[in-house]
C-alpha cells in the first residue's frame, strides 16, 4: 500500500510539473507571437489577408489613348491591307515620279502599272497639248496591246514575251488572270507624278501645321486631319477647281455658306483658318453621319448624301465599297480619295524617309 501511495504522489507531482511547462511554452509562444507582428506591421494591427490595397491607392500613370475628346467622335484612320496596293501607288506619285513622268496603269488595280513614260523636253506645271498629245498616244498603244492580249488568250494562241509579262502584272497578288484581263483595255488610265508639287506643298503646310491642328483639337478631331489639303491642293492658298472649288481647303460656294457662314461679301475659302475651321465643321458633321473616318473623309469629294448611298447599297465595309459600288459618279477619284490621304499622311509623318 505503501508503495502505491508513493507511485500517485509522484504521478501527481509529474503532471503538475508537466502543467507548469505547457502553461510556460504557451505563454512564451503568445509573446513571440505578438512581437513578430509587431515587427511586421508599423500600425500594430495584422491585415487578414496580405495583398489587400489600400482603399486610395496612388493613381497609376496611364498612357494616352488614341481618342479624340470634346464630341466623342473616337475613332481611327484604318488602313485595310486591300487599300495597299492604292495607297503605295499614291505614295510613288508623289515622291517617285516627276511631273516629266507618266504612268500607264489600271485605274481598277493600282498596283498593275504598264508603264512609266518620260515625256521629253522642258515640262511645265501644266502639258502643252502636244506633250497631251504623246500621253495620248500612249494609253492607246497600251489599250491595243491589251485588246490583243484578252484575244489570245481566249483562243489560247501563242504569247509573246512581253505579252508574257503582262501577264505576269495581271496575275500580281493572287488574281485570276480572266478577273484582270478582261476589260483591261477600258481600264487604261494615266497619272503624272507630282513630285515637286507635293514636296512644295510640305514646305507651305510648315506656315499652317500648328494653327490648323489646334482648329481640329479644338473641335474633339483627330489632329492629321490638317494633312488633308496635301489631297486637295497642294496647299495652294488660291487654288481653283474645275467644279468651282476654291482655296487651299477647296470649298464650293454652297459648302461654303453651310460650313464657314459669313455677313460681310469677303469669300472666306481664300482664308485657310477660316476654311479649315468650315473643314472641321463638315468632318465632323460626316462622322456623325456615316460613323467611321474612312468614309467621312471620302465624302469630302463625294458627298456625305453619296456616301450614304453607297453604304445603304453594299453596306458599311469601307473596301468593300471601294471594290464593288459602282454609283454613276463614284469614280477613279472618289474611290482613291481616301488611299490618297493616307499617302500623304504617312510621308507628311515623315519627309526624309520619302524625299531625302
Known amino acids: 500500500m505503501l508503495k502505491i501511495k508513493r507511485k500517485l504522489i509522484n504521478s501527481k507531482l509529474h503532471l503538475l510539473k508537466m502543467n507548469q511547462f505547457v502553461i510556460r511554452a504557451l505563454f512564451l509562444l503568445t509573446i513571440a507571437g505578438l512581437l513578430n507582428a509587431c515587427s511586421n506591421n508599423t500600425s500594430g494591427v495584422q ?3 496580405s495583398n489587400v490595397q489600400p482603399i486610395n491607392p496612388v493613381p497609376q500613370l ?36 516627276r511631273r516629266s513622268e507618266v504612268a500607264i496603269h489600271d485605274d481598277r488595280y493600282m498596283d498593275i502599272i504598264y508603264e512609266v513614260m518620260v515625256i521629253p523636253g522642258n515640262v511645265d506645271e501644266s502639258l502643252t497639248s502636244e506633250q497631251k498629245e504623246l500621253v495620248k498616244k ?7 496591246q491589251l485588246t490583243v492580249l484578252e484575244s489570245k488568250v481566249r483562243y489560247n494562241a501563242p504569247l509573246s514575251d512581253n505579252e508574257k509579262q503582262i501577264i ?22 494615266s497619272q503624272r507624278g507630282t513630285r515637286e508639287r507635293f514636296m512644295q506643298g510640305l514646305e507651305i503646310s510648315r506656315r499652317y501645321d500648328r494653327q490648323f491642328r489646334k482648329i481640329f483639337r479644338d473641335a474633339g478631331l483627330p489632329e492629321d486631319l490638317a ?12 487654288a481653283k477647281s ?11 460656294k454652297g459648302a461654303a455658306q453651310t460650313y464657314m457662314p459669313a455677313g460681310n461679301k469677303v469669300d472666306q475659302r481664300l482664308d485657310p483658318f477660316a476654311s479649315a475651321t468650315g473643314a472641321a465643321r463638315y468632318l465632323s458633321h460626316a462622322y456623325k453621319k456615316l460613323g467611321d473616318w ?23 465595309n469601307f473596301v468593300r465599297i471601294v471594290n464593288t ?25 515623315n519627309p526624309p524617309q520619302y524625299l531625302p
Open 62 to 97: 496611364v498612357q494616352p489613348q488614341n481618342t479624340y475628346r470634346s464630341s466623342g467622335l473616337s475613332g481611327s484612320f484604318q488602313s485595310p491591307n486591300e487599300l495597299e496596293p492604292a495607297v503605295a501607288f499614291w505614295r510613288k506619285t508623289y515622291t517617285e515620279w
Open 294 to 316: 474612312a468614309s467621312a473623309i471620302t465624302s469630302y469629294n463625294h458627298g456625305i448624301g453619296g456616301m450614304k448611298k453607297a453604304q445603304n447599297q453594299v453596306g458599311r
Open 47 to 49: 491585415p487578414a489577408v
Open 138 to 144: 500612249r494609253k492607246d498603244f497600251w489599250k491595243v
Open 325 to 349: 459600288y459602282d454609283g454613276p459618279a463614284f469614280g477613279f477619284a472618289s474611290r482613291n480619295y481616301y488611299a490618297q490621304f493616307l499617302a500623304a499622311r504617312e510621308i507628311a509623318k
Open 168 to 189: 505576269v502584272k495581271l496575275k500580281n497578288n493572287s488574281r485570276e488572270l480572266n478577273t484582270a484581263l478582261i476589260g483591261a483595255n477600258e481600264r487604261v488610265r
Open 242 to 252: 474645275s467644279a468651282g472649288a476654291v482655296g487651299m481647303w477647296q470649298f464650293t
Open 227 to 238: 494633312y488633308l489639303p496635301h489631297v486637295e491642293s497642294s496647299f495652294q492658298p488660291a
